[in-house]
Antibody, heavy 118, light 110 residues
Framework: VQLVESGGGLVQPGGSLRLSCTASGFTFGTYPMAWVRQAAGKGLEWISYITIESGTIYYADSVKGRFTISRDNAKNSLYLQLNSLRAEDTAIYFC????????????WGHGTLVTVSS | QSALTQPRSVSGSPGQSVTISCTGTSSDVGAYNFVSWYQQHPGTAPKLLIYDVSERPSGVPDRFSGSKSGNTASLTISGLQPEDEAEYYCCSYAGTSTYVFGPGTNVAVL
């Protein structure tokens, strides 16, 4: 199982970015997925979840209305569109696979760094 | 979505046991048997240690164990090893596919 994030970078406040997570080593379309972020020196923060057919999506209050999660099972890819970025969104963004039966995260990518600064 | 509560740090000598507590509420830890624990070494991705309160994925040493009582979950590391020095995060399912994490506990092996 491998998850590889990309798309991070430096962006000005109010700007946008699109993160990608490419999966391999498992049948991507049969697992729910999530994004979790970690600010420098801080703890983990769950930010979004998507079911296998994108039928159900949830967001943390801190990103609701600004971030959009999506997936393309044909491309084994998970995405996170980040809009209206704020300094407090600066963090490493991890994609994570949810367990097949119960809610936990059994595999994680190594993350992509998003820096929001002028 | 308030964070869970964990001690900032714990420490022990090699071979000793340490326990990390994780306190939530009746809406998360107390409501579901879906507490998980993750180990993170500096600069690396988190690694799943425990799921469903006390279940270990294959490959995780049996010196790691989990439990729960009421709104508090615990991770115990028995027979502490130098490689166990890391940050440990608890996580609880909080309903409707949402999750809440603790702030992390630094485990130091003296």
């Amino acid at each position: 199982v491998q998850l590889v994030e990309s798309g991070g970078g430096l962006v000005q406040p109010g700007g946008s970015l699109r993160l990608s997570c490419t999966a391999s080593g498992f049948t991507f379309g049969t697992y729910p997925m999530a994004w979790v972020r970690q600010a420098a020196g801080k703890g983990l923060e769950w930010i979004s979840y998507i079911t296998i057919e994108s039928g159900t999506i949830y967001y943390a209050d801190s990103v609701k209305g600004r971030f959009t999660i999506s997936r393309d099972n044909a491309k084994n890819s998970l995405y996170l569109q980040l809009n209206s970025l704020r300094a407090e969104d600066t963090a490493i963004y991890f994609c994570a696979r949810e367990g097949s039966l119960d809610p936990y995260f059994d595999y994680w990518g190594h993350g992509t760094l998003v820096t929001v600064s002028s | 979505q308030s964070a869970l509560t964990q001690p900032r740090s714990v420490s022990g000598s090699p071979g000793q046991s340490v326990t990390i507590s994780c306190t939530g509420t009746s809406s998360d830890v107390g409501a579901y048997n879906f507490v998980s624990w993750y180990q993170q070494h500096p600069g690396t991705a988190p690694k799943l240690l425990i799921y469903d309160v006390s279940e270990r994925p294959s490959g995780v040493p049996d010196r790691f164990s989990g439990s729960k009582s009421g709104n508090t979950a615990s991770l115990t590391i028995s027979g502490l090893q130098p490689e166990d020095e890391a940050e440990y995060y608890c996580c609880s399912y909080a309903g409707t596919s949402t999750y809440v994490f603790g702030p992390g506990t630094n485990v130091a092996v003296l």
